[in-house]
């Protein structure tokens, strides 16, 4: 069998030849216009998310979340936009929104200091420091 029968009988045809998948569209990270924030542990390093609320609530569709990374004290700065499988990701505290000030032109994320305290506690107390070094862990046990 030559390569040209194979190719035109297993891929459908057009008139300028074969069909072929096109993957660049599901390289681009996704486009997130708004969302909820959320401390959450992402393939065991805990961050703080952006979660998109184009996302629907189902344990089988994947998450569309901006990753913000801890600076200093109270202050985040996003680092990526990614679409994340459901098992990679898990929210442990969702944030309310009189919590936070984002201001999305530079990136920045302020949590209130009340948040920090609380989150730093609890940190302690399930032994973040034991588990997977991470910026963010290991600055937030030292505060």
Same mark, same amino acid.
């Given at each position: 069998?030559?390569?040209?029968?194979?190719?035109?009988?297993?891929?459908?045809?057009?008139?300028?030849?074969?069909?072929?998948?096109?993957?660049?569209?599901?390289?681009?990270?996704?486009?997130?216009?708004?969302?909820?924030?959320?401390?959450?542990?992402?393939?065991?390093?805990?961050?703080?998310?952006?979660?998109?609320?184009?996302?629907?609530?189902?344990?089988?569709?994947?998450?569309?979340?901006?990753?913000?990374?801890?600076?200093?004290?109270?202050?985040?700065?996003?680092? /990526?936009?990614?679409?994340?499988?459901?098992?990679?990701?898990?929210?442990?505290?969702?944030?309310?929104?009189?919590?936070?000030?984002?201001?999305? /032109?530079?990136?920045?994320?302020?949590?209130?200091?009340?948040?920090?305290?609380?989150?730093?506690?609890?940190? /302690?107390?399930?032994?973040?420091?034991?588990?997977?070094?991470?910026?963010?862990?290991?600055?937030?046990?030292?505060?």
């Amino acid at each position: 069998m030559s390569l040209t029968s194979y190719t035109s009988s297993s891929l459908s045809q057009t008139s300028k030849g074969p069909l072929v998948h096109d993957i660049s569209s599901s390289c681009t990270p996704p486009i997130i216009d708004g969302g909820s924030f959320a401390f959450a542990k992402i393939k065991g390093d805990v961050c703080l998310v952006q979660v998109s609320f184009a996302t629907p609530a189902s344990a089988l569709t994947t998450v569309d979340v901006k990753i913000f990374r801890h600076e200093f004290i109270t202050i985040f700065r996003h680092t /990526e936009t990614k679409t994340i499988h459901p098992s990679d990701i898990h929210i442990i505290e969702p944030i309310d929104d009189h919590h936070t000030r984002y201001e999305e /032109e530079n990136g920045t994320v302020f949590l209130a200091k009340e948040l920090m305290c609380r989150m730093r506690k609890n940190a /302690e107390r399930i032994g973040w420091r034991q588990s997977r070094a991470s910026r963010f862990s290991t600055q937030f046990a030292r505060q």
